[in-house]
């Protein structure tokens, strides 16, 4: 995959997000983590979020996102705006992320949904796990858990 370049996959009728973020995308990160209501995903159930994606990137690997790309509030499906800066819907300061269009729930590009939005909790991360540098499984992971 290509820097910046976002693939959709389905998994269990969902589909599967997957973000090969660029090293500023990663930067990122770090200047949303005081307005993100769950910052490490510790509030997030663990059916929702694995040990291994429980940190500020929410991935195995900083530069993937692989999330469920389905609102926590009512099932919608959020829009990717990666551009930075003030767009309709967004804050001026916006740093990159998903807007879901029918509340207007904010996530950053870890899927952390922003404080006071709708949505209650952060995207989804399905069990994965990295069979070599561009192979990638779903719903398993190196546990065998699914």
């Given amino acids: 995959m290509a820097v910046g370049e976002m693939k959709t996959v389905e998994w269990r009728g969902k589909p599967v997000w997957i973000l090969k973020r660029s090293p500023e995308m990663v930067a990122s990160l770090k200047k949303t983590d005081g307005v993100v209501a769950d910052p490490k995903s510790e509030r997030t159930p663990d059916a929702l979020t694995p040990a291994y ?7 195995i690997k900083p530069e993937y996102l692989v999330a469920v790309g389905i609102c926590s509030h009512l099932g919608c499906s959020p829009t990717s705006k990666f551009a930075e800066g003030a767009q309709p819907n967004l804050p001026d300061d916006w740093a990159g992320g998903f807007l879901c269009p029918c509340h207007g729930s904010t996530f950053d590009l870890a899927g952390r949904v922003f404080k006071n939005k709708p949505a209650p909790d952060n995207l989804e991360v399905p069990r994965h796990m990295y069979l070599s540098d561009n192979k990638l499984i779903i719903g398993k992971d190196e546990k065998g858990e699914a």
């Fill in 53 to 59: 994606a429980r940190n500020e990137h929410r991935s």
